[in-house]
C-alpha cells in the first residue's frame, strides 16, 4: 500500500506525462497528429484563459485559439528548445494573436469600452484552478505589488487589456514617453521580483 | 556576433532601448517594433533583456486562470490537420547530440537542434520563468547571428519567398510567421473554402480563402524549382485586368504555399506565371495555373 502510494507521488512529480511539451513540439513539427492532441490538451486551457482575459468575448476567444493551435501546428518547425521552454513559445505567441486580433477587429474597439484597470485579482475564481496556477498567480501577484501604481496600471493595460503604449497613455492621462518608461521600469522590477534573470 | 550587421537606425535622437518593455508586452505598432528589432539587430545587452523581458510577460500570461475550451474546438482542429502544411525542418541534423545538456557552447550556430532531441537530456517543468537560466536562454535565444540565419532560410527554401523580403534574413523569419498566421487564419474561418486544380505537368494546386477575412492562399504539390532569376507570382485576375499577389520560389518537393498579398474578392481567379526574379509589373508568360475562387 505505502509502495504503491510512493511510485504513484513519483510518477506524478516527475513523469506525470509520458512526453513533455518540448518533446511533444518535436513530434508535431514531424507532422504527428497524436502528439498535437496531446500538446492541445495539456495547453488549450492556458491559452484559451490567457486569450479570454484580453477578449473577453468567448466564441472570439475560442476562434482565436484555435488559430493559435493551426499556428503551433504549421510554426513548430520554427521553436527552438535552447531558446526557452514551449509554454514560453506557445503563451508568446498565443498574446500576440490575441492583440492581433483586439488592434484588427472593431470587436476589438467594442471591447475596448468594458476594461478598465482591472487588476489581476479579478476574476481569478476559475474552476479549472490548480495548484500549480495558484502558486503561479500568488507569485506574480505579490511581484506585481512591488511595483509603482503607475507601472502596475500601465502593465496591466498593456498585458492584460491589449493595448497599444499610445492607448495606455491616452487611458491614464500621461505622456507616451512616460509610458515607455514605466513600461521598461515596471517590466525589469517584475523580471527582477520573479527571477527570471539569472 | 558584434560587428556583423551594423543596422543602427537614426530616429531623432530618442534611445529604441526604452522600447522594450512596451516590446515585451506587444504594446508597439509595427513601425514601432521593426524599428526596436533593428535595435536588437546591434546590441547584445538589448537582446538578452528583451528575452528577458518576454519571459516576464510570459509569466504575465501563467498568471491568469486557465480556461477549458469546448470539446468542438479540439474535434475541428484535428479536422484541419491534414490539410494544414508546416513548415519545413529547418534541418535535420541526423542523430544530433543532446547539446542541451553539453551546454549552448557546443551548438553551432546554424544548427537547429530538433526540439525532440534537444528536451531529451533536460525536461524542463511547465511552469518556471525562475529557473535562473533565463539570461543564458537570452544568449541562446539571439545565439544565431545573421550568417547563421540566412542559412536557416535557405535551407526553409522550399519555402514562398517574398520578393521583398529576400535576402533579409531577419525579416525573412517573420515573413515566415506572418505567412504561418495567414493561413491559420483562411484555415480556422468560419467561411474557409477551398478549390483544387492540377497544373499542366501533373501538380495539384489548392486556393483555400476566406470571404470573410478577404484573404487566400495557395498551396502546390511539388511545384518544380526554378532558376535562380526566376520567381513565381501570383495575380488577381478581374475585370481590370492583372493585379500582382507576390511571388514565391519553390523547392520543387513537398507542398509549396504562400498567402496571397492584398485582399481577395469572391470569384477573383486566381493566377500563377513565371516571370523573373522579384516579379513583373503585369504577367510577361502565360499562367502555369488558374483557379477561381468560387
Given at each position: 500500500m505505502l509502495g504503491l502510494m510512493t511510485a504513484d507521488f513519483d510518477f506524478d512529480l516527475e513523469?506525470?506525462?509520458?512526453?513533455?511539451k518540448e518533446e511533444l513540439l518535436g513530434r508535431v513539427a514531424r507532422g504527428d497528429e497524436a502528439a498535437f492532441g496531446d500538446l492541445y490538451d495539456q495547453m488549450a486551457p492556458r491559452v484559451l484563459g490567457l486569450v479570454k482575459r484580453l477578449l473577453v468575448d468567448h466564441a472570439q476567444s475560442e476562434e482565436v485559439t484555435q488559430e493559435i493551435f493551426l499556428e503551433i501546428w504549421q510554426s513548430a518547425s520554427r521553436y527552438e528548445a535552447q531558446r526557452g521552454g514551449a509554454s514560453t513559445w506557445i503563451l508568446t505567441m498565443a498574446h500576440r494573436r490575441a492583440v492581433d486580433r483586439i488592434r484588427s477587429s472593431q470587436a476589438g474597439r467594442d471591447r475596448d469600452t468594458k476594461i478598465?484597470?482591472?487588476?489581476?485579482?479579478?476574476?481569478?475564481?476559475?474552476?479549472?484552478?490548480?495548484v500549480e496556477t495558484r502558486i503561479e498567480h500568488e507569485r506574480v501577484e505579490k511581484a506585481m505589488s512591488r511595483l509603482t501604481e503607475l507601472q502596475r496600471q500601465a502593465i496591466s493595460l498593456a498585458y492584460y487589456g491589449g493595448l497599444s503604449h499610445s492607448e495606455v497613455a491616452e487611458r491614464l492621462h500621461i505622456p507616451l514617453g512616460t509610458v515607455k518608461t514605466r513600461l521598461r521600469d515596471g517590466m525589469i522590477r517584475l523580471r527582477d521580483e520573479l527571477g527570471v534573470a539569472s | 556576433m558584434t560587428g556583423s550587421g551594423n543596422n543602427r537606425v537614426d530616429n531623432g535622437g530618442e534611445n529604441p532601448g526604452e522600447l522594450s518593455g512596451a516590446y515585451a508586452l506587444h504594446a508597439l505598432n509595427p513601425d514601432e517594433a521593426a524599428r526596436y528589432e533593428a535595435h536588437l539587430a546591434s546590441s547584445e545587452q538589448a537582446r538578452i533583456e528583451a528575452a528577458e523581458l518576454s519571459d516576464t510577460a510570459v509569466a504575465l500570461g501563467l498568471a491568469t486562470a486557465p480556461v477549458q475550451p469546448s470539446a468542438a474546438v479540439k474535434a475541428s482542429l484535428m479536422a484541419r490537420l491534414a490539410s494544414t502544411p508546416q513548415l519545413p525542418l529547418l534541418q535535420a541534423p541526423a542523430a544530433a547530440p543532446a547539446a542541451s545538456a553539453a551546454g549552448?557552447?557546443?551548438?553551432?550556430?546554424?544548427?537547429?537542434?530538433?526540439p525532440a532531441e534537444a528536451s531529451a537530456g533536460s525536461v524542463t517543468p511547465t511552469v518556471s520563468p525562475s529557473r535562473g537560466t533565463a539570461s543564458e536562454r537570452a544568449r541562446q535565444r539571439w545565439f544565431r547571428g545573421p550568417v547563421g540565419m540566412l542559412a536557416a532560410a535557405a535551407a526553409a527554401a522550399a519555402l514562398f519567398v517574398g520578393g521583398a523580403f529576400a535576402g533579409q534574413a531577419f525579416n525573412s523569419d517573420q515573413f515566415q510567421q506572418q505567412q504561418a498566421a495567414g493561413l491559420a487564419q483562411i484555415n480556422s474561418a468560419p467561411d474557409s473554402k477551398r478549390a483544387s486544380t492540377t497544373t499542366a505537368d501533373g501538380h495539384k494546386a489548392t486556393l483555400v480563402w476566406s470571404v470573410e477575412r478577404k484573404l487566400s492562399a495557395l498551396l502546390v504539390d511539388d511545384l518544380p524549382a526554378l532558376p535562380s532569376d526566376k520567381d513565381y507570382q501570383l495575380w488577381y485576375i478581374g475585370g481590370k485586368g492583372p493585379v500582382s499577389a507576390g511571388t514565391f520560389d519553390s523547392s520543387g518537393t513537398g507542398t509549396v504555399w504562400r498567402v496571397l498579398d492584398g485582399s481577395m474578392t469572391f470569384g477573383d481567379l486566381i493566377g500563377v506565371t513565371v516571370e523573373p526574379k522579384g516579379g513583373s509589373r503585369q504577367p510577361t508568360t502565360d499562367p502555369i495555373i488558374a483557379i477561381q475562387s468560387s
Open positions: 513523469s506525470t506525462a509520458p512526453a513533455s478598465g484597470i482591472r487588476d489581476l485579482a479579478v476574476e481569478y475564481d476559475n474552476v479549472s484552478e490548480t | 549552448p557552447a557546443s551548438v553551432p550556430p546554424d544548427a537547429v537542434e530538433t
